[in-house]
C-alpha cells in the first residue's frame, strides 16, 4: 500500500528553472527520504530528513518536512536535462530491527533545454 | 563498494516454471528488501529482512518465495506465476536499526520479469 501522495504527477520545465514537488503521507513516520529513477531501472537516494528536522540541503537538492501538515517538499534549483527522470518520496517507519520503506506516486520531471 | 548486484537483468518464464532472482551485496548491510514495480508506478514492497530473518511479508502470494542465505545473499524464488506478476523486481540493502539510523536504501537495477 502507498503511504505518499505526490504532486504534481508530471512536472515539465526548461533547463535553469526550479522544481518543486510535493509529497503528502498518512502517519507518523521516522524518516522521509527522496529517491530518483531513471527510465524504470534502479533507484538513486537524494537525501534523507529525520522527522525532528525541518530543512536540509545537499547541493542543488533543498527538502523540507512539515510533520504538523505530514507533508514535504523537494526543490530543485537550476534544472539540467538530466534531472529528468521519476522523483519519489519515501517514508520510513521503524519496526524492531527493520526499516519499512514505502514510496510515494511520483513525479515525473522533464528538463527541456 | 556501493553496489546491489542483481541477476537476471531480464527473464521470461511460464506459468508453470520455477526460476529465482539473485542479489548481492558487500556493504555490510544487515537489512535487504524486494519490492515489485509495474510501469509508470511507484514500487511496492513485498519483504525485508533484517539479519538475515524474515521481518517483514507485505501479504505476498505464496507463489514468491523469499529466501535469505547469508548476510550478502537475497533471493527470491518463482513459482506457478501469473502474466499479472510481469514487473520490474528490485531488490534493496540499508543498515539495520540497531547498527544506526542511516536508513537509506541502495537499489540494483533491477530484473525484468515477463510472464507468458
Known amino acids: 500500500s502507498q503511504q505518499g501522495e505526490e504532486d504534481p504527477q508530471a512536472l515539465s520545465i526548461q533547463e535553469g528553472e526550479n522544481a518543486t514537488m510535493n509529497c503528502s503521507y498518512k502517519?507518523?513516520?521516522?524518516?522521509l527520504q527522496w529517491y530518483r529513477q531513471n527510465s524504470g531501472r534502479g533507484l538513486v537516494h537524494l537525501i534523507l530528513i529525520r522527522s525532528n528536522e525541518r530543512e536540509k540541503h545537499s547541493g542543488r537538492l533543498r527538502v523540507t518536512l512539515d510533520t504538523s501538515k505530514k507533508s514535504s517538499s523537494l526543490l530543485i534549483t537550476a534544472s539540467r536535462a538530466a534531472d529528468t527522470a521519476s522523483y519519489f518520496c519515501?517514508?520510513?517507519?521503524?519496526?524492531?530491527?527493520?526499516?519499512?520503506?514505502?514510496f510515494g506516486t511520483g513525479t515525473r520531471l522533464q528538463v527541456t533545454l | 563498494d556501493t553496489e546491489v548486484t542483481q541477476t537476471p537483468k531480464h527473464l521470461v518464464m511460464g506459468m508453470t516454471n520455477k526460476k529465482s532472482l539473485k542479489c548481492e551485496q558487500h556493504m555490510g548491510h544487515r537489512a535487504m528488501y524486494w519490492y515489485k514495480q509495474k510501469a509508470k508506478k511507484p514500487p511496492e514492497l513485498m519483504f525485508v529482512?533484517?539479519?538475515?530473518?524474515?521481518?517483514i511479508n507485505e501479504s505476498v502470494p505464496s507463489r514468491f518465495s523469499p529466501e535469505c542465505p547469508n548476510s550478502s545473499l537475497l533471493n527470491l524464488h518463482l513459482h506457478a506465476l501469473q502474466p499479472e506478476d510481469s514487473a520490474l523486481y528490485l531488490c534493496?540493502?540499508?543498515?539495520?536499526?540497531?547498527?544506526?539510523?542511516?536508513?537509506?536504501?541502495?537499489f540494483g537495477q533491477g530484473t525484468r520479469l515477463t510472464v507468458v
Open positions: 529482512y533484517s539479519y538475515e530473518k524474515l521481518s
Open positions: 534493496a540493502s540499508s543498515q539495520a536499526l540497531s547498527t544506526g539510523f542511516r536508513t537509506e536504501a541502495f
Open positions: 519515501a517514508t520510513a517507519i521503524f519496526t524492531g530491527t527493520a526499516s519499512k520503506l514505502t
Open positions: 502517519t507518523s513516520i521516522n524518516n
